[in-house]
């Protein structure tokens, strides 16, 4: 606890963080049945503070993962602002690689250790005890707000669209909050006003109807395997570009003003971003930055490969199946469907003879942009300068956050994205945390933020 | 016990069976280190059992797993013959897929089902349990006999050489004999005049120093997925052929006469094949059929790959690294040691920016091929002859002894491979299996071979 034994943090802060760790201990990942009891726990936790702060709360039943809505009382004439945000978690493994367990929070270095520490639900308590200081402060928010949690952003957000278009009048709104992307560096506000789209699929490559032993059948039955990593390997050309055909059809390239304001970030340099990873050098497409290609250009990734002997040492067999998750990430105006329909059709032109490749959809999500300097841009700029003492910098987002497109789309609203992750956060990967000072800093922003949108 | 409650199998063959039922209970897999004491008692067993049979037996300690030796009384002026086999199996994942528990044998079908049933307890106990037979029915053997039986076959007979050398006078023998290979079709006896070598290899591949969000930095930097299956499809052209510079420079083409001969052999044209694997199609280098290629063509081959998320749904990581376990078959006169150099030195020119590759060398073994119409080759045709009741007929082997090529240069001493394998075996992979009639004619194959040696 050595941050909260310096003079810096009064004891509401420690309640504030005791509450956050409270919501830490769930293990709310959606993508794993087994869990499925923990994600509702979270939700029910998050029902009951929310409730305990008087605000008009209900916990929605979808066909999986439960949606957590509250509202102080809507008062005609205000500006009504939604916030969204999501309770549930990535997968921890591989476990191993944690230093501390990702369901015990703990506080190290001035950071908070958890799986969801950052993403996301470290930022979404920012917003829940922001709400809850400015009510014990003055009694009343000065705009209508709607409090939306859901508990399947981590999977797709697969029921909150068609939760959006039932409830579509018990949502409407001005202006969407979101707190969920990065920061460029440590106490510097970052407002975002793009992010990149997504789709993702799993291809399963079976060739013998069972193990082969690769003496008796090697040489004269494909490998699954070989095949897998021949329509892996197929989606780039050796510099790093995606050769699905048509993939670039509808990206709108970079505009010089984006690409001049962006070289002058501090902590997004190319130096900056290798320093983060670790890798022996970055890759990727030509003429671009490594701010660029994660911010504006569109991608083709593995996120998981295996077939065949896992174990220790050798085993001689020649397998009957392999599999590959694949996700690409896009950007405007490429089309999830219309993506999804070209790699389909790309995948079937690399399949080996003597293999059968079953293409299984996942979930997938738009790219979005939008003008940083419209008037609740411009408001939410001047909430990042009063919480961070500082002047924000304007960024595009390498993730994704499907949901935001949805909201234009249903609720005609569009997003701020206020994002305090930083690029050390580990968010999807083992050892997440989040600092305690962006933690603070994102009490006071959800307080300036709704003073400065209801002005 | 179907094939058991028939008329054709007396009460010996019913003790012979429960002999080799005990030997199949140990899960003597030598790959696995957690196993190593179940190896360890699998030789102490076997040493039990040739000692009650009046063998002069010892069990002798290596680096890793233990070497059981057997002779009868020699006596000057005999022929001295070597019979060889292993007492290790190979592992048994994915174990979800036996139909019974690969260490519980049963009887189902006329045939028996475990781990190492034909691979190679099945065959080894068929020489342990003639040669008792013989000396029950006649006191002596024709010959003076040496079991050799070790515990590493299936991690490449590590220790195996430099006990040869190092008990060169102690094996000192006229010829070999070794049933561990396959017969062509049940009920036709089969005489192996070649092998294929190996030469095995593991890569990890590494990218980041830990697992990235696959939006924050995809695009940026190399996937070490992506970077793995470009290695993997690097090996081969579109047409299945090994694309290592060298590769083929020392194979010695298929004489016509192999050709001819083996084109007219039962059960392996094609569609045998093919109807055996279950694949779509067969699919290999042009210009060969499908025993050519398996018999007399060397392959690349991975065993197993993985890496990033394994688990169910989506997980939308950029992950740290990836493995391929990877063998080469290989025929004469290739030679492993530079097969391994050239495939070395080809990987290393497919490694991406932006990772980097551990190549961690494996076993390996000599191809070996040796002529079938010897004093020794034309007395094992007779006894496979005398054995079965038919014609034998002459292949090679898809897999790989690599021992046999160390007998020869240790030794001095050829060997013959009368293998009782059929070809749906199920070796190296779930649902193992042995046809009881092809264990009780390998109890018959070896008297007859001790006879036909000692003419």
């Keep these: 606890m050595r941050r909260l034994s310096r003079g810096g943090i009064d004891s509401r802060v420690t309640t504030e963080l005791t509450e956050l760790f409270e919501i830490l201990r769930f293990a709310s990942i959606s993508t794993e049945s087994k869990h499925s009891g923990e994600v509702r726990a979270c939700a029910e936790w998050l029902s009951a503070k929310l409730r305990g702060m008087g605000l008009d709360t209900s916990l929605h039943e979808t066909a999986r993962h439960p949606v957590v809505l509250a509202k102080n009382r809507h008062v005609p004439g205000r500006r009504t602002v939604l916030i969204y945000g999501h309770y549930d978690v990535q997968p921890v493994d591989p476990l191993e690689l944690w230093q501390s367990d990702p369901f015990a929070p703990v506080i190290r ?8 520490a950052t993403d996301n639900k470290g930022q979404l308590m920012a ?25 399947e952003e981590e999977i797709g957000s697969p029921n909150l669209g068609p939760f959006l278009a039932t409830h579509r009048d ?43 032993h690769s003496g008796i059948f090697g040489g004269a039955v494909a490998n699954p395997l070989s095949a897998l990593a021949k329509i892996v390997a197929g989606f780039h050309d050796p510099a790093g570009r995606v050769l699905v055909p048509g993939f670039y059809d509808d990206v709108i390239p970079l505009a010089s003003w984006e690409r001049d304001m962006w070289a002058k970030l501090p902590g997004v340099d190319d130096a900056s971003y290798l320093a983060l990873c670790g890798s022996p050098a970055l890759f990727g497409e030509e003429g671009y930055s490594a701010a660029e ?10 996120n998981g490969l295996g077939g065949g002997y896992q174990g220790e040492g050798s085993k001689t067999v020649l397998p009957a ?34 293999v059968t490749v079953e293409f299984v959809p996942g979930h997938d999500g738009k790219p979005y942009v939008t003008d940083p300097n419209s008037a609740f841009g411009l408001a939410a700029q001047r909430a990042l300068r009063d919480a961070f003492q500082a002047d924000p910098v304007l960024i595009r987002e390498g993730g994704s956050i499907p949901i935001v497109q949805t909201f234009r789309d249903t609720l005609g609203a569009d997003t701020l994205l206020l994002g305090l992750a930083l690029a050390d956060a580990q968010v999807h990967a083992p050892n997440e945390n989040f600092p305690v000072e962006n933690f603070e800093a994102g009490i006071r922003l959800n307080q300036s933020l709704l003073r400065e949108l209801s002005l």
Tied chains: 1, 2.
């Design 109 to 116: 270095d001035g950071k908070i250790w958890a799986r969801g």
């Design 293 to 302: 290609r994660t911010w504006a250009r569109p991608t083709a990734e593995v």
């Design 321 to 354: 199946e392999g599999f590959v998750k694949l996700s690409f990430r896009l950007v405007p105006d490429q089309d999830p469907q219309d993506i999804m329909a070209k790699v389909r059709r790309h995948i079937e032109s690399q399949v080996l003879p003597g």
């Design 170 to 212: 018990e949502l409407r709104c001005d202006v969407i909050a979101i707190s969920d992307t990065g920061m460029v560096a440590p106490g510097v506000p970052t407002f975002g006003y793009g992010l990149r789209g997504i789709a993702c699929c799993e291809l399963i490559v079976r060739g013998p109807k069972g193990d082969l």
């Design 127 to 151: 917003h829940v005890l922001g709400v809850a200081k400015t009510l014990r402060e003055q009694g009343d928010l000065p705009v209508n707000l709607t409090f939306l949690f859901e508990g």
